[in-house]
């Protein structure tokens, strides 16, 4: 499985990208993420590690608890992928608008 099939793979889980989504608004404990869900502290340790497997977040030990946060190095291979779609459809546009040109 390349990289960005197992970030897609990790986010196709609704309750996992709540937990990512999260995350992109600032760096959070497992508490404070569980207060805004309707899982309990368990499933989203269980939706943390996934994402950690997948290199969509890190955590930092802090204290007792720990603080995870989106790993921006993770998201270059989903970004690097999401791309080759998005310059295909500019190639594309390009091709319609020369083809419209008198």
Request: aromatic share 6%.
């Amino acid at each position: 499985m390349t990289d960005a099939s197992h970030a897609l793979s990790a986010l196709a889980d609704p309750t996992r990208r709540r937990v990512f989504e999260r995350l992109a608004e600032s760096p959070a404990s497992v508490a404070e993420i569980t207060r805004g869900l309707t899982v309990s502290q368990p499933a989203v340790s269980q939706h943390l590690k996934v994402l950690r497997e997948a290199g969509l977040v890190t955590g930092t030990p802090k204290g007792a608890s720990t603080v995870y946060r989106i790993d921006p190095a993770g998201l270059g291979p989903l970004r690097q992928w999401l791309d080759r779609f998005w310059d295909a459809q500019l190639e594309a546009f390009a091709r319609v608008v020369d083809e419209d040109k008198p």
